[in-house]
C-alpha cells in the first residue's frame, strides 16, 4: 500500500465521520436528523475509499499485454 493511498483512506474516513457529525446535527428549527450536505461528504468519502483501495487501478489483461 503506498502513501498516497494511505492519505485517502485517511481522507475517506475523515468524510464518513464530518457526513456523520452532519447528518446528527440538529438544526435550528428542531427538525429531526437528516442533511443534504452530509450525503454529499458520504459520497465524497466513498469515492476516496474506492480510490484508496485501488479498485479503479488499470490492470491489463494477459491478452492486453501481448502475451
Known amino acids: 500500500m503506498t502513501t498516497v493511498q494511505i492519505v485517502q483512506l485517511a481522507a475517506a ?6 457526513g456523520v457529525v452532519q447528518y ?3 438544526t435550528a ?3 429531526s436528523y437528516g442533511s443534504q ?3 454529499l461528504l458520504f459520497a465524497a468519502g466513498a469515492i ?3 480510490l ?3 479498485l479503479l ?3 491489463p489483461s494477459p491478452s ?3 502475451q
Open 13 to 18: 474516513a475523515l468524510l464518513f465521520v464530518a
Open 48 to 50: 476516496f475509499l474506492i
Open 37 to 39: 450536505s452530509a450525503m
Open 57 to 59: 487501478d488499470y490492470r
Open 24 to 26: 446528527r446535527r440538529r
Open 52 to 54: 484508496g483501495l485501488g
Open 64 to 66: 492486453e499485454l501481448g
Open 29 to 31: 428549527e428542531g427538525a
